[in-house]
């Protein structure tokens, strides 16, 4: 692995927009030349010069490249855009869109992340230490196909809509959150260790979501089906089984209708 | 002799009303007296005539005050403005004609600007659920034709829209509603006893900020399923005979309004009111609204979809592409992250209408309002620019909540020397160009058309 | 009786401030329209106050005097509303969950009584809020 | 403008009979010319092919549904803008791009007009805005008539004359150009949830069928002596089994004799026909019956067609027939709007992924370029897509290439997941016809001219027609044997001259010409009872005022109006 170092040394005015920041465009090139890369603030075109000190060379390939940004991100968007091998890390927090449209490789933000992250994930990992805003996992606006494989796990807390139209991969959010888990989903699963107030699983075709604490306001339509013990994350546990959306659509196999699955651990 | 002029549009609400008649001086410079517009529409068409409004652009001094200064240093200052920006947010067009929104959007794409409107901070979510899930709607003439069921969903048409339950929705007598309110069976979910509310057959008080549940409820029970004793506040037998009522219904409209948009879930309880209205279409017919609010803040969802593919939120500070996504490229957004650096205000007033938060962080960087009158923007702006006002002064193409295009009239000719919004935009534009020596892009056959006066029509 | 109370606070559009906001923000019509607060008279009984007295509205962001009036539309104990506009966008959340729209309705705020506390002006609030208020207070 | 030259380019312009010859063609202003003199701009077209700019007779791409369309679909737009060009306005989307999209797209492909298929007449204003912020390209609208209550009122009685008036009261009200059925009654009866499938379904309330409907228009249209003929979406797209029906629709043309100024002798326009020539009872035995439509279309010589290919994208169907649109959402689930308008019509629009994986849009793929190469006569038959519906318009140099080269069929066929399944169900896979570029451009440019009714203007380079000339990068006495070529050079033109201004250069675009509306204004002699109706209706029905209906004249800043005096 080759490592290449970015060092924040000034903060931009309004915001960056870094598609360039990725193993698939900094793959065989020097230090100089990721140094001349193009990125956006506002209408302007700069270079990432302007705003990081480049150490080290990029490795061959992006499955050869190690990326660690050494600062913050706050005002950093687009950071691992469409990647698909490789690693990157980021010393502190990332504004949105991290991880989005990724297909492969690995993302580590050591502080909290804004929304969007993950959105059209379609394989790869995103692990961030902190919290999360909303649409982790999500999909882009319109679109019917959001998240489709991977990883994302928020050590921290998330906000709303997480997983929106998933079609697959799976999302952890060890702590607790807010509205709108699954929305549209049809596939994936979702793993909230901590509680979250309500919608959960609404509009939902497919996919399973389980939460280790407790749902403030169940829809009304999910529907207690009995209990079961499954293993979670690497933990087994016994969980209430709720079927549902009923008010939903869903698939038929062989006749029945298949229903998602809501899993919250039994106290 | 003062003359009446009928078929009057009436710029403010979403009902887009067009059968208002208004009596004009004998030298077309005042208005006399209304007929058929609400408390309102009144209001507007009288206030036009008031000696108060400014008539020449006001720029802030060092000392606080205002100056005016004239139109020609406005568009100096605004083109050069914009231009500097490195990323300028131009937001309103609540009050504007679909000509004004097609002359800014020059404007913004050569500014790099983000162009948003009043959806915004409105039905902006209703536009997320249509991203997502579609919009089986209708014109308001199937509504007043056809409609024997109505729903009005976090909606108060007789606060926001004084006319709308009699002209389309509750009262008018339409081909196969011949009697009216007699053959409708209205539905109103609030969380308060509305004025709505009590015109209404059933009213569910719902408990605030729990539509999606109550939403969730109505398709788990239409799709035959049970539901717990209680959801939203509201019991299961008020649920039932509701969606029973829905599924006898031969033509059911569901109306929807800001507590949709503004309370927690935003897009989803419009998402899942359109997931509704499709289930409903498997028993009977169905459609669903949103109640915008101003008569042609449609407009520019129309009008910059043609021109870009979005209807709010566009970021064009790409260049090559529009992008488009709220939560980023929203305007309220972009305030609280100070992610723009100039803000220029429409037709609309942020001022009074922005959580006042938004509104200090905007206030950071030049700050400019473009509206007929003295408004709460227009007090704390850097600039404030006057223009005539649509519908009254200014005629053109306005979209009502229907989206149906409505070819409002000027009744009265503006005050000498304010341009209007399409002539004080394409003259900012051609400064931007003079400034940067490039060729402006007009589209040959589409510039400078005008409108008919009233009295050409 | 309690000092204050928590309400779930909803801003909505009513016809008054409709009126008022077409003839101009900066007219008395606007101020008595919009510089109030609808809350039901159980909640008023609650922190021992009667309609019409001046109450401080407190929300996550910020805080503003409005008058409390009961409400002209029902509103059930535990709903506040302050009808659209200055008044109501003082206390107004920015959050927007990632949809562009503040949080307009659905928040909670505190609402204690402010007999003597005067009622500021829509300008006076705005002009303020940015260092451009001249007036006196 | 000026004078230009186009120099020994190999010249096709079946309106003269000339294929291929090599010949310079001469421009003053906005003219063919016989000759110009020798300060004219020369382009050098020497191993190049120049014929009369493209003509569509059937795309949606401005107005109401169109604009749904672009607004529903964000995701139809992101990080998509392949050609955007500098000192141009911002290009967006794929399968519904912006109107400056549009205009700038069908210009690189050499088209000069282009008809939107569908306007929904209260909506008029929207399509016109549309329209003239489309640059570059000329283009008409067709008004939907066959759910119209006024009409199906005046049908039911048979009262031809008053159908008449009222027809062409309406084109000069919304600036229309013709006469557009879609759905026939189905779409009236969506206004309750129902469709009328059948030619003989009687439509809800208003006691009429749909093949009423069709041959009362159709004796409107010819009463009127309109430039194109009417121009029908039919009963029953896009079902299995539906070339039946199609093929009563078609018969009903019989015996109906064309009555016009404008050299048309067709009646009947039969739209997207590809849509309506599906066999089978479910789409488990789907199967082509273009055979069958073809043969009939050939031997009955007073109809057109386009074809309405499948392009195998992920594009938007968008369509005034209500019903379907609903019955779509059903099969694939995906978002669904819908707007019905009051006593006019009806759409919807729902998004649709033509998987070439997926058998059922393999075999409509075949079917629509079967129906290409069945075609006998490739002056009835036109190149379209039913933009957006079929496929987005940019791949007509795709079809083009399907049309002109049998290893480009099969070599797209070999790629399907069920190939052979597809080969099963369809006959594509057997025929070996080859078009050359004589008929292309009978198909995209004479024939579809001379259809609207435009022959005179358009369609063909002789001297004092409209000077719309395109230069595409092919020689003609040596095509390339690789049919990607062919794709290519018809996707972006090394020259276009639209009405006289070079408008594409290269394949980009080099000016915004000077468009124009065109629309008919069909004088009939006044009409009481009409006049009498129309006030009522706006009074009791309709919720916008009759003063604000007509769309005013500054909506077609640049318009060219074709007059027509109906005798009593």
């Given at each position: 692995m080759a490592l290449v170092t970015l060092k924040p040394y000034k903060t931009p005015e309004l915001y960056l927009e870094c598609y360039n920041i990725s193993p698939d465009v900094f793959a065989g090139k020097t230090s100089a030349e990721i140094a001349e890369l193009d990125v956006r603030e506002g209408k302007t075109t700069v270079k990432l010069?302007?705003?990081?000190?480049?150490?080290?060379?990029?490795?061959?390939?992006?499955?050869?490249?190690?990326?660690?940004?050494?600062?913050?991100?706050?005002?950093?968007?687009?950071?691992?855009?469409?990647?698909?091998?490789?690693?990157?890390?980021?010393?502190?927090?990332?504004?949105?869109?991290?991880?989005?449209?990724?297909?492969?490789?690995?993302?580590?933000?050591?502080?909290?992340?804004?929304?969007?992250?993950?959105?059209?994930?379609?394989?790869?990992?995103?692990?961030?230490?902190?919290?999360?805003?909303?649409?982790?996992?999500?999909?882009?606006?319109?679109?019917?196909?959001?998240?489709?494989?991977?990883?994302?796990?928020?050590?921290?807390?998330?906000?709303?809509?997480?997983?929106?139209?998933?079609?697959?991969?799976?999302?952890?959010?060890?702590?607790?959150?807010?509205?709108?888990?699954?929305?549209?989903?049809?596939?994936?699963?979702?793993?909230?260790?901590?509680?979250?107030?309500?919608?959960?699983?609404?509009?939902?075709?497919?996919?399973?979501?389980?939460?280790?604490?407790?749902?403030?306001?169940?829809?009304?339509?999910?529907?207690?089906?009995?209990?079961?013990?499954?293993?979670?994350?690497?933990?087994?546990?016994?969980?209430?089984?709720?079927?549902?959306?009923?008010?939903?659509?869903?698939?038929?196999?062989?006749?029945?209708?298949?229903?998602?699955?809501?899993?919250?651990m039994a106290a | 002799?003062?003359?009446?002029?009928?078929?009057?549009?009436?710029?403010?609400?979403?009902?887009?009303?067009?059968?208002?008649?208004?009596?004009?001086?004998?030298?077309?410079?005042?208005?006399?007296?209304?007929?058929?517009?609400?408390?309102?529409?009144?209001?507007?068409?009288?206030?036009?005539?008031?000696?108060?409004?400014?008539?020449?652009?006001?720029?802030?001094?060092?000392?606080?005050?205002?100056?005016?200064?004239?139109?020609?240093?406005?568009?100096?200052?605004?083109?050069?403005?914009?231009?500097?920006?490195?990323?300028?947010?131009?937001?309103?067009?609540?009050?504007?004609?679909?000509?004004?929104?097609?002359?800014?959007?020059?404007?913004?794409?050569?500014?790099?600007?983000?162009?948003?409107?009043?959806?915004?901070?409105?039905?902006?979510?209703?536009?997320?659920?249509?991203?997502?899930?579609?919009?089986?709607?209708?014109?308001?003439?199937?509504?007043?034709?056809?409609?024997?069921?109505?729903?009005?969903?976090?909606?108060?048409?007789?606060?926001?829209?004084?006319?709308?339950?009699?002209?389309?929705?509750?009262?008018?007598?339409?081909?196969?509603?011949?009697?009216?309110?007699?053959?409708?069976?209205?539905?109103?979910?609030?969380?308060?006893?509305?004025?709505?509310?009590?015109?209404?057959?059933?009213?569910?008080?719902?408990?605030?900020?729990?539509?999606?549940?109550?939403?969730?409820?109505?398709?788990?029970?239409?799709?035959?399923?049970?539901?717990?004793?209680?959801?939203?506040?509201?019991?299961?037998?008020?649920?039932?005979?509701?969606?029973?009522?829905?599924?006898?219904?031969?033509?059911?409209?569901i109306f929807f309004g800001m507590g949709c948009c503004h309370t927690d879930g935003r897009n989803h309880n419009v998402d899942i009111a359109i997931s509704l209205t499709r289930d409903i279409n498997s028993h009977t017919k169905a459609s669903i609204m949103a109640m915008r609010g101003h008569y042609n803040i449609a407009g520019p969802g129309q009008v910059w979809s043609w021109q870009f593919g979005f209807p709010y939120c566009l970021d064009l500070s790409k260049g090559t592409h529009a992008h488009m996504n709220p939560g980023e490229t929203s305007s309220v957004d972009l305030a609280m992250r100070d992610e723009v650096d100039c803000f220029m205000n429409v037709g609309t007033d942020a001022g009074a209408h922005f959580p006042i938060d938004a509104i200090k962080h905007l206030k950071k960087r030049p700050f400019i309002t473009v509206d007929p009158n003295i408004c709460m923007a227009s007090e704390i702006s850097d600039l404030h620019i006057p223009v005539r006002v649509v519908g009254v002064e200014e005629p053109g193409i306005v979209y009502r909540m229907d989206n149906v295009p409505i070819q409002f009239k000027k009744v009265v000719d503006g005050p000498e020397g304010v341009p209007s919004d399409e002539e004080l935009f394409d003259r900012i534009y051609e400064r931007m160009c003079e400034l940067t020596e490039t060729e402006p892009i007009w589209l040959p056959s589409r510039e400078h058309a005008k409108a008919p006066t009233a009295a050409e029509q | 009786m309690k000092d204050k109370i928590i309400l779930n606070m909803i801003t909505q559009r009513a016809i008054e401030e409709g009126q008022a906001m077409e003839k101009g923000k900066t007219t008395r019509e606007y101020f008595e329209a919009c510089s109030v607060v609808e809350m039901n008279p159980e909640d008023m009984k609650r922190i021992g106050i009667w309609r019409n007295t001046n109450v401080r509205v407190t929300s996550e962001v910020g805080s503003v005097i409005v008058k409390a009036i009961e409400p002209t539309q029902f509103c059930p104990p535990g709903l506040a509303h302050i009808r659209q506009g200055v008044w109501a966008n003082q206390v107004v959340p920015p959050r927007t969950q990632s949809t562009g729209t503040p949080q307009y309705s659905g928040f909670p705020v505190t609402i204690e009584p402010a007999i003597n506390e005067k009622i500021k002006t829509a300008l006076e609030l705005v002009q303020g809020a940015v260092g451009l208020w001249k007036g006196g207070n | 403008m000026a004078e230009i030259l186009i120099k020994n380019g190999f010249v096709i312009d079946p309106t003269r009979n000339i294929d291929g010859d090599v010949a310079d063609i001469a421009i003053k202003d906005d003219r063919i010319a016989e000759q110009v003199g020798s300060g004219a701009k020369v382009i050098d077209a020497r191993g190049k092919v120049v014929m009369a700019g493209g003509v569509d007779v059937h795309a949606h791409v401005a107005g109401p549904k169109v604009n749904v369309g672009r607004l529903m679909r964000p995701e139809d737009k992101l990080f998509k803008s392949p050609y955007a060009q500098e000192s141009y306005r911002m290009e967006s989307g794929f399968s519904i791009p912006s109107t400056f999209k549009t205009g700038y797209d069908y210009a690189r492909m050499g088209y000069a007009f282009v008809m939107e298929a569908a306007m929904p007449p209260l909506h008029s204003p929207h399509v016109h805005e549309e329209i003239h912020d489309t640059p570059i390209i000329d283009q008409g609208a067709l008004p939907v008539f066959a759910n119209n209550w006024f009409v199906l009122e005046y049908l039911k009685n048979q009262e031809i004359e008053n159908s008449a008036s009222y027809v062409a009261w309406l084109l000069a009200a919304t600036k229309g150009y013709g006469i557009k059925l879609v759905?026939?009654?189905?779409?009236?009866?969506?206004?309750?949830?129902?469709?009328?499938?059948?030619?003989?379904?009687?439509?809800?309330?208003?006691?009429?069928?749909?093949?009423?409907?069709?041959?009362?228009?159709?004796?409107?249209?010819?009463?009127?002596?309109?430039?194109?003929?009417?121009?029908?979406?039919?009963?029953?797209?896009?079902?299995?089994?539906?070339?039946?029906?199609?093929?009563?629709?078609?018969?009903?043309?019989?015996?109906?004799?064309?009555?016009?100024?404008?050299?048309?002798?067709?009646?009947?326009?039969?739209?997207?026909?590809?849509?309506?020539?599906?066999?089978?009872?479910?789409?488990?035995?789907?199967?082509?019956?273009?055979?069958?439509?073809?043969?009939?279309?050939?031997?009955?010589?007073?109809?057109?067609?386009?074809?309405?290919?499948?392009?195998?994208?992920?594009?938007?169907?968008?369509?005034?027939?209500?019903?379907?649109?609903?019955?779509?959402?059903?099969?694939?689930?995906?978002?669904?709007?819908?707007?019905?308008?009051?006593?006019?019509?009806?759409?919807?629009?729902?998004?649709?992924?033509?998987?070439?994986?997926?058998?059922?849009?393999?075999?409509?793929?075949?079917?629509?370029?079967?129906?290409?190469?069945?075609?006998?006569?490739?002056?009835?038959?036109?190149?379209?897509?039913?933009?957006?519906?079929?496929?987005?318009?940019?791949?007509?140099?795709?079809?083009?290439?399907?049309?002109?080269?049998?290893?480009?069929?099969?070599?797209?066929?070999?790629?399907?997941?069920?190939?052979?399944?597809?080969?099963?169900?369809?006959?594509?896979?057997?025929?070996?016809?080859?078009?050359?570029?004589?008929?292309?451009?009978?198909?995209?440019?004479?024939?579809?001219?001379?259809?609207?009714?435009?022959?005179?203007?358009?369609?063909?380079?002789?001297?004092?027609?409209?000077?719309?000339?395109?230069?595409?990068?092919?020689?003609?006495?040596?095509?390339?044997?690789?049919?990607?070529?062919?794709?290519?050079?018809?996707?972006?033109?090394?020259?276009?001259?639209?009405?006289?201004?070079?408008?594409?250069?290269?394949?980009?675009?080099?000016?915004?010409?000077?468009?124009?509306?065109?629309?008919?204004?069909?004088?009939?002699?006044?009409?009481?009872?009409?006049?009498?109706?129309?006030?009522?209706?706006?009074l009791k029905d309709y919720t916008v005022g009759l003063n604000n209906y007509p769309v005013w004249d500054s909506l077609a800043p640049n318009p060219y109006v074709i007059n027509i005096d109906v005798e009593a």
């Open positions: 010069g302007d705003f990081f000190e480049v150490k080290g060379n990029a490795g061959k390939t992006p499955e050869e490249t190690e990326i660690r940004v050494s600062g913050d991100c706050s005002r950093i968007k687009y950071i691992g855009n469409k990647m698909t091998a490789g690693s990157i890390t980021v010393d502190g927090n990332a504004d949105m869109y991290l991880g989005g449209w990724m297909k492969g490789g690995k993302i580590h933000v050591l502080g909290n992340v804004h929304s969007f992250c993950g959105i059209a994930m379609e394989g790869g990992e995103i692990l961030v230490d902190g919290n999360a805003e909303n649409y982790v996992g999500c999909a882009y606006r319109g679109d019917w196909r959001g998240m489709r494989g991977g990883t994302i796990r928020i050590r921290g807390n998330a906000g709303n809509d997480i997983g929106t139209f998933m079609l697959g991969g799976t999302i952890i959010v060890e702590k607790n959150a807010f509205i709108h888990v699954s929305t549209h989903a049809e596939g994936g699963t979702v793993i909230i260790k901590g509680d979250v107030q309500g919608r959960v699983g609404g509009q939902m075709v497919k996919g399973d979501i389980y939460v280790l604490g407790a749902v403030q306001h169940m829809l009304p339509g999910f529907k207690k089906v009995g209990m079961t013990e499954r293993e979670v994350d690497g933990m087994t546990a016994k969980f209430t089984h709720y079927i549902g959306d009923l008010g939903e659509r869903h698939l038929k196999v062989k006749g029945k209708e298949v229903y998602a699955n809501l899993y919250v | 002799m003062p003359k009446w002029i009928t078929q009057v549009g009436c710029p403010y609400c979403g009902s887009s009303c067009d059968d208002i008649e208004v009596l004009v001086s004998d030298d077309g410079k005042k208005i006399l007296e209304t007929r058929n517009a609400c408390v309102i529409g009144n209001e507007i068409f009288h206030h036009v005539s008031s000696p108060d409004r400014p008539k020449k652009p006001r720029m802030r001094q060092p000392d606080g005050n205002f100056k005016e200064i004239t139109y020609d240093e406005a568009v100096d200052y605004t083109a050069k403005t914009l231009l500097k920006s490195k990323k300028p947010l131009i937001y309103g067009f609540g009050s504007t004609n679909c000509e004004g929104m097609s002359a800014v959007a020059r404007v913004a794409e050569k500014a790099g600007a983000v162009l948003d409107n009043c959806a915004s901070i409105c039905h902006g979510p209703s536009f997320l659920a249509i991203f997502d899930n579609g919009y089986p709607s209708c014109t308001l003439g199937e509504v007043k034709n056809r409609a024997d069921v109505v729903l009005f969903w976090g909606c108060n048409p007789m606060h926001a829209h004084p006319r709308h339950t009699s002209r389309y929705s509750i009262f008018p007598r339409g081909f196969f509603t011949t009697k009216g309110q007699m053959q409708r069976t209205i539905i109103c979910i609030d969380p308060r006893e509305t004025d709505t509310a009590k015109l209404a057959n059933i009213h569910l008080m719902i408990k605030q900020g729990h539509d999606y549940d109550l939403f969730d409820a109505f398709r788990t029970v239409l799709r035959g399923h049970d539901i717990p004793a209680e959801v939203a506040g509201i019991k299961k037998d008020q649920i039932l005979e509701a969606v029973e009522k829905i599924k006898k219904g031969r033509f059911v409209m | - | 759905n026939p009654g189905g779409t009236a009866a969506w206004a309750w949830g129902l469709n009328c499938l059948t030619l003989n379904d009687t439509v809800p309330f208003f006691d009429i069928t749909p093949a009423e409907i069709i041959t009362g228009l159709m004796k409107t249209n010819e009463y009127l002596g309109l430039p194109h003929s009417i121009h029908i979406h039919q009963n029953s797209l896009g079902t299995p089994g539906n070339y039946g029906v199609t093929l009563d629709s078609l018969r009903l043309a019989e015996g109906m004799k064309a009555k016009n100024k404008f050299s048309r002798d067709t009646v009947m326009h039969s739209t997207h026909i590809q849509f309506h020539s599906y066999g089978g009872d479910s789409w488990g035995n789907f199967e082509s019956k273009a055979r069958e439509v073809m043969d009939y279309v050939n031997q009955q010589k007073n109809i057109t067609v386009d074809l309405g290919c499948v392009t195998l994208d992920e594009t938007t169907t968008m369509t005034a027939d209500g019903p379907f649109e609903h019955h779509l959402t059903r099969l694939n689930h995906l978002k669904w709007a819908n707007t019905d308008v009051e006593l006019e019509t009806a759409a919807g629009v729902v998004p649709y992924v033509y998987d070439k994986d997926i058998k059922v849009c393999g075999i409509q793929w075949a079917i629509g370029l079967e129906l290409g190469l069945y075609a006998k006569d490739p002056m009835r038959t036109f190149i379209t897509t039913d933009h957006p519906n079929a496929g987005p318009f940019i791949r007509y140099p795709r079809i083009i290439k399907w049309l002109m080269s049998r290893d480009a069929r099969e070599e797209t066929l070999a790629s399907f997941k069920y190939s052979s399944k597809v080969i099963d169900a369809t006959n594509l896979h057997a025929i070996e016809t080859e078009r050359n570029l004589y008929e292309i451009a009978q198909m995209t440019r004479a024939g579809p001219a001379k259809a609207l009714g435009l022959s005179h203007m358009f369609g063909g380079l002789a001297p004092g027609m409209e000077a719309n000339v395109v230069v595409y990068d092919l020689n003609y006495k040596d095509m390339p044997s690789d049919p990607e070529m062919i794709e290519r050079a018809f996707s972006r033109a090394r020259w276009f001259i639209k009405s006289g201004d070079i408008v594409v250069k290269d394949g980009d675009i080099a000016s915004h010409g000077n468009k124009r509306t065109f629309w008919v204004n069909a004088k009939v002699k006044e009409n009481p009872q009409v006049i009498r109706d129309i006030h009522e209706k706006f």
